[in-house]
DNA sequence: GTAGGGTTAG
């Protein structure tokens, strides 16, 4: 182990120059000229070329060139050759193996060193500490921990600090809070550390806590909380923070924090919010930032704002990445605007970017939402023949969508069939939706088996398959279907949908909901909407109801859709003229379809709605979409 | 010298 250390890297070494021949002829002036390990490296080859001894160089200098510069084989090489090693030489090997990608040598260099009459000081802990971090050593990070007690470095924040982030990232939070609980002092990093390491497992409530709990704030508190909600799932919590942060920190978002807040805009299709931290992000000088560009893009796209999205990608001043593309591409293809989506594919092509899987997802989506099987088919090929790129299962999933929707099923089935990797849920409910559409009865029966296999407790699938019976009038299958749910304990996930307004404040509805302050209001505005609807033709489609109930009944129970809600909500809320932007957690119905190319043809607004798979803008009486959805 | 950042199929 201890001979090992540098054992593993002997191949790296720079030639060795001190063979018993050699001379001590060196140039002494150089000695002192050099301050990067290019330089470095020039002097080591004029020393081999004048066949001189590389230890007498001054040892700490080139220790510290060699650390700062990452630069290992040639602090390996010193150190193996000078017999002087006091601590910061020590630490100087150290920190090179460390920071330059060997950590492991940096630990077994450790034991070696104990083995030694020199005495680790807090640097060599923190060069320890920081390689184990990067291995996930907990087991080394335990006995570093008790070799930083032992020798009183009990008070030393930043190395408490690297410890309990240690304990953290390695899962071990019970030890972490331990250390946390009994730490002497603690400052913000302290507390930053912890509360990363508990929104990190969807902590939100603890972490939330001791949020609230900190005596004092930096930007990167407030940015953790928002990119923590963000990435639990909870967007609004983190437009909360942010609004927060705005009101009353006194601190300026940075760049992170401005990515992390575009993150929740994009999930809650707050574009008001999104364009307000958009030029925010300009009048701060960070346009030239590729992630805040590429997060705007997407933020632009999610809320249905191409436009705008597109603006932001024509005029980036940093080189657009994959990342750029991609989101461009992804964005017009869950627009159904498959042809700019190509012509997209072929500019980047163009300016020398190399697509990657995300890029084909996007390309194939565009592909299945207008049916465009012959190219979908290319593009499918192509990634892995030109670009080697392996299908992942979302490609699978994309193909399966493609060929089914266009009405090829049975060629769907078999795609599956020979799939090189397990078909999942989602390929399935891929071949249920082309089922549906195209009415292929026995399909969707072959596919529920899978899913009742794969994904048991999803309604989703149970619900088209019912929607497959009920519109080819089989009331008892839908029956036995309902039963088998019920029997199964499968249950129904209600639909919601969510209007964010101006401030960033988000309202959600849910089906039936009463709970709103301006209930009253909303339906009201509905009812005065169904009157005028029906003037134009509109009649409630309520075939999908699957409620053994009246008619009546049936009419009351869609007219309370969530988006019917939201969209009347908004009306209510929003400046006339301005478009109304609704997130729903699943696809949109076909009554809820026609209904709002109506509203949006009578209020004269533009309604976008991004449902669980695409976008769909109303507009003076159409959708987007082309009603194939 | 320690803590925070982005795209993806139903």
Redesign the pocket.
């Known amino acids: 182990m201890l001979t090992s250390a540098f054992g593993l890297h002997m191949t790296t070494l720079p030639p060795d120059t001190n063979s018993p021949a050699a001379p001590k002829s060196y140039t002494p002036h150089l000695l002192h000229k050099f301050d990067s390990p290019a330089e470095l490296k020039q002097l080591h080859a004029h020393l081999i070329k004048t066949n001189a001894s590389i230890s007498v160089l001054p040892l700490p200098k080139v220790a510290s060139v060699c650390s700062r510069g990452r630069c290992f084989p040639y602090a390996q090489h010193i150190f193996a050759r000078s017999d002087n090693h006091d601590t910061s030489v020590w630490n100087s090997c150290l920190r090179a193996l460390a920071e330059g990608d060997h950590p492991i040598d940096a630990v077994s260099l450790f034991y070696q060193m104990r083995t030694s009459d020199v005495l680790p000081d807090?640097?060599t802990c923190?060069f320890l500490l920081k390689a184990c971090?990067s291995l996930l050593d907990i087991a080394n990070g335990k006995i570093l921990h008790g070799v930083v007690e032992k020798l009183g470095f009990g008070s030393n924040?930043?190395l408490q600090?690297?410890i309990l982030?240690l304990y953290g990232l390695c899962g071990e939070m019970a030890d972490a809070m331990l250390l946390f609980d009994k730490m002497p002092q603690r400052d913000?990093?302290t507390w930053?550390?912890v509360i990363?390491q508990m929104l990190k497992r969807g902590d939100i409530e603890g972490a939330s806590r001791l949020f609230s709990r900190m005596p004092e704030r930096?930007?990167?508190?407030w940015?953790?909380m928002i990119?923590g909600c963000?990435?639990c799932g909870k967007p609004k919590e983190a437009i909360d923070y942010f609004l927060k942060l705005e009101e009353e920190s006194g601190l300026r978002p940075?760049?992170?924090?401005v990515?992390?807040v575009l993150?929740a805009c994009a999930d809650l299709c707050a574009l008001d919010l999104g364009k307000r931290v958009h030029e925010y992000s300009n009048r701060s000088g960070f346009k030239t930032?590729?992630?805040?560009c590429?997060?705007l893009i997407?933020m632009y796209a999610k809320c249905g704002s191409l436009e705008e999205a597109s603006r932001v990608f024509d005029e980036m001043e940093g080189k657009r990445?994959?990342?750029?593309w991609?989101?461009m591409i992804?964005g017009l293809a869950a627009h159904g605007r498959a042809q700019e989506a190509l012509s997209l594919f072929s500019s980047m092509l163009q300016d020398g970017t190399e697509p990657?899987?995300?890029t084909f997802?996007?390309l194939l989506?565009a592909c299945?939402h207008m049916g465009l099987v012959d190219e979908g088919r290319a593009f499918f090929t192509s990634m892995t023949r030109d670009y080697g790129i392996t299908p992942?299962?979302?490609h699978?999933?994309?193909m399966v969508?493609l060929l089914s929707r266009a009405g090829l099923v049975k060629e769907a089935y078999e795609f599956i069939m020979e799939m090189p990797i397990k078909p999942?849920?989602?390929?399935w409910?891929?071949l249920l939706?082309g089922c549906r559409l195209h009415k292929d009865i026995k399909l969707a029966e072959q596919a529920i088996q899978h899913l009742s296999v794969l994904?048991p407790l999803?309604d989703?699938?149970y619900i088209v398959l019912s929607n497959i019976y009920a519109e080819a009038g089989r009331w008892e299958d839908v029956t036995r279907v309902r039963k088998l749910m019920k029997a199964r304990g499968v249950k129904k996930t209600s639909g919601w949908s969510k209007i964010t307004l101006g401030g960033g404040i988000v309202h959600e509805f849910v089906a039936g909901d009463e709970s709103h302050p301006q209930a009253e209001g909303i339906f009201r505005k509905w009812d005065e909407l169904a009157v005028e609807m029906k003037l134009r033709g509109y009649v409630p489609n309520t075939s999908l109801v699957l409620l053994d109930i009246e008619e009546e009944q049936k009419v009351k129970f869609i007219y309370r859709h969530s988006e019917k809600l939201a969209v009347s909500f908004g009306l209510l809320n929003t400046p006339a003229g301005t478009t109304i932007r609704i997130i729903k957690n699943l696809r949109v119905c076909e009554d809820c379809h026609s209904a709002l190319k109506l509203i949006a043809a009578i209020s004269g607004r533009e309604i976008v709605v991004r449902d669980?798979?695409r976008f769909h803008c109303f507009k003076d009486g159409c959708c987007s979409c082309g009603d194939y959805w």
């Open positions: 807090a640097f923190s971090v924040l930043f600090n690297m982030n913000v990093v930053n550390t990363t930096n930007i990167r508190s940015t953790l990119s963000v990435q940075n760049q992170v924090t990515v992390s993150a930032n590729v992630l805040v590429n997060t997407d990445t994959v990342f750029s991609s989101a992804v990657n899987g995300v997802v996007g989506h299945a992942g299962i979302e699978y999933g994309c969508d999942n849920g989602i390929i409910g891929a939706g994904d999803n989703g699938y669980r798979n």
